[in-house]
Every structure is written in C-alpha cells, then in structure tokens.
C-alpha cells in the first residue's frame, strides 16, 4: 500500500512538474489565459481544474490499456491512422514552439533576475539539457520531486505575500473587452487541451509502465488538484497586481522583490528549474518521435532540435507565448473532444481496473 501511494505521488509530482513550465511558473502563461479576463478568468480556472484531472487520468488510462509506445500510437488511436499521423505532425511542430517558448525564457530569467546578457541563461540552459536529455524518464522523476514541492511552498509565499483577499480588483479588470467577448470560456479549454498534449511525452510512458490502474487514477487526481492549486493560487495573486505586472517578463518573480534580492534570486533559481525539467520533458519527447521518422544517432536529432529551438527564440518569451500558446491551444483542443469521444464510446475506457 506505501508503495502504491509513493508511485501515485512520484507520479503526482513528475504530472505538476511537466506542466509548470516557462510560461506557468513565470506568471505569464496564466496571465494570457485567464487574468486578463477578470473575475470571470476565476471560473475559468475552476473549470481548467476538472479538465486537468479528467484529463490527465484519461490519458495514462489510454497508453496503460493500449500499450501506447509514444504519443504517435496515442493520436492514432484517437482520431484513427491518416488523421492521427498528420495531428502527430502538427503535435511534433507545437511541442518545437513551446520547447523555444521555454527556451527564450531562461534568457529573459537571466537578464531580470541576474542582469546578465540573456544568451548566457539559453546557451547554459542548452548544455544541460543536451547532457540530461540521455537519462529519461527517471531523471526527470528525480528532478520534479525535489522542485514541484518546493514551487508549492514559494507559491504559497507569494499568495500571501501579496494578500489578494485584501486587494479591490478595478473595475476594468472585472470586465473583458468587447473584442474579447466569449474568449473566457474557450481560453480554459484551449489551455488545458495544450498542457495535456505536450505532458504526453511523459504520462504516455508512465501509463505504459505502471503494473496496475490504480496508481495512474490516484497519481493523475493528486496531480490535476495540485495543478489547479497551483493556478488558482498564482491567478489570485496576479490579478491583485494587475495592471503594474502586465508588461514583465516574470510576474511571480517581480511581485516577491520586496522581500529583497536573496528570496528573489531563490524563487527564479526554483523557477529555472521546473522550467529546465519541463523542458527537458520536451526535447526527450521530440527526440524520440523523430527517431521514428529520421533514422539518425539521438546525439544528432537533440543537437538539430536545440538548434532550432535557439533561432526560434530569438523572437523573445513574451512575444512567442502570447502569439503562440493561444494559437497552439486552438490547434490542439480536438484532443480534448477525442479523449472524451473514445471514453464514451469504448467501454474498456471506462472501466477502472487494479
């Protein structure tokens, strides 16, 4: 029974861990899908809470029933081969644009919190990650479940710290714009449905592996509820800062300044690194859905992706991710739609083994 509950939480951890990526842990990410609208991005978070846990269990249920190899099987099995191959396609260039997202944000974390050039935070972030890349999926259990407890912690510091229960939202924050009307429901959707296609190349092989259901259920519930926390608590903050935030790289950084530069520097360095696990995720997914299609050494394939992922990020974090992550969620929320579709239409799905 311990054993059970220490995989559930390891898988719990490396979940939240996945999906706090650059644009999470920055503040960012939440302040383009849900902040920006107010009181009513509140219900949106409410509602990205049901779908992270839905979500997240559906899809290591999937790959653990199916013995699903890589997320390529996964779209296969959802939308069927001819379409599967070309969404698999289209899944392969959005985890390449949110990987240089993050990427682009190690140098802005670099320039903000250390006031060096931001090509030192990439070019060291790329070293590390080629290095790490090789070790898999048991280097990245390690590393998220040292970060995601802490990110906890300092995300509560935060919340507190800024005491939104305090603050009086403006009345321009509690009211979307006109040319934004609706945008507030489909945001929560199109937020979830990205998170949860990139977190495949990691809950696909958790699922495969596991010996029993059991352990993915509990993992995926623990950790779809320590996501939405997560969010929830980060949104409460932000949207009590707003509008002297709007404009910063790092928002959840910026807010803790006045705790002085030691907590700062300690909050970006946890920062960095759930940023570094996620991407690490990312490139290891990439990598090993190429070698499918490219019949080249590993070494060449992540050397070819950090490459590409460098020139991409040249465009800078703020502008990719609110041009990108938006559109990227569009693309992929059919995901969403399909996961649902097979557990209604396939009984095996819904049946919950030991």
Same mark, same amino acid.
């Given at each position: 029974m311990q ?11 490396? =979940? ?7 644009g ?9 899908f849900?902040?920006? =609208?107010g009181?009513q991005?509140?219900i ?6 049901f779908?992270?846990?839905?979500a ?14 890589? =997320?390529q ?22 985890? $390449?644009?949110?990987? #240089? ?15 060096? !050039? ?5 070019w *060291? ?8 890349t /090789?070790?898999?999926?048991? /280097?990245?259990?390690? *590393?998220?479940? +040292?970060? @995601?407890p802490?990110?906890i ?8 710290y800024?005491k939104?229960?305090?603050? *009086? ?15 507030? +429901?489909?945001?929560? $959707? ?6 949860i296609?990139l977190?495949?190349a990691?809950?696909?092989p958790i699922g ?7 352990p ?7 950790g779809?509820?320590?996501? #939405?926390?997560?969010?929830?608590l980060? =949104?409460?903050?932000?949207? #009590?800062?707003?509008p ?5 790289d790092? !928002? ?18 946890? @920062? ?20 499918k299609?490219? %019949? @080249? %050494?590993?070494?060449? +394939?992540?050397? #070819?992706?950090? $490459? ?11 502008s990719l ?19 649902l579709?097979?557990?209604i239409s396939? %009984? ?5 083994g030991?």
């Amino acid at each position: 029974m311990q054993k059970s509950w220490k995989h559930s939480l390891q898988i719990a951890f490396t =979940y939240i861990g996945t999906v706090v990526g650059a644009g999470f842990a920055s503040g960012r990410e939440i302040l383009e899908f849900f902040v920006q =609208y107010g009181t009513q991005g509140l219900i949106g978070v409410i509602l990205s809470a049901f779908l992270f846990v839905w979500a997240g269990v559906q899809v290591m249920l999937v790959a653990h029933r199916i013995q699903a190899t890589s =997320y390529q099987e996964m779209s296969v099995y959802l939308f069927g081969k001819t379409i599967g191959s070309l969404f698999n396609i289209v899944l392969l260039l959005v985890l $390449l644009g949110t990987t #240089s997202v993050m990427l682009a944000f190690t140098g802005s974390l670099t320039h903000e919190t250390f006031h060096l !050039p931001a090509q030192i935070g990439i070019w *060291v972030s790329m070293i590390c990650i080629y290095i790490v890349t /090789a070790r898999g999926l048991d /280097a990245i259990h390690s *590393v998220n479940s +040292i970060f @995601v407890p802490i990110l906890i912690g300092f995300t509560f510091l935060v919340f507190f710290y800024t005491k939104p229960w305090g603050a *009086v939202a403006s009345t321009s924050m509690m009211m979307v714009e006109p040319i934004k009307q609706g945008a507030w +429901i489909s945001s929560p $959707l199109y937020y979830v449905a990205l998170n949860i296609s990139l977190t495949q190349a990691v809950l696909i092989p958790i699922g495969r592996e596991s010996r029993s259901e059991k352990p993915l259920v509990l993992g995926g519930i623990l950790g779809g509820l320590g996501i #939405s926390l997560l969010l929830l608590l980060s =949104y409460l903050s932000l949207n #009590s800062n707003m509008p002297q935030i709007q404009l910063v790289d790092a !928002p959840m950084i910026h807010m803790l300044s006045g705790l002085g530069k030691g907590i700062t520097i300690l909050f970006a360095m946890l @920062v960095f690194g759930e940023v570094f696990s996620s991407l690490v995720a990312n490139v290891f997914g990439l990598a090993e859905q190429v070698k499918k299609y490219v %019949p @080249v %050494p590993s070494t060449l +394939i992540i050397s #070819s992706i950090l $490459l590409i992922s460098y020139a991409i990020s040249f465009v800078g974090f703020s502008s990719l991710l609110s041009l990108l992550y938006p559109l990227f969620g569009q693309i992929v929320v059919f995901f969403l739609f399909m996961l649902l579709y097979r557990q209604i239409s396939d %009984p095996s799905s819904r049946r919950i083994g030991s």
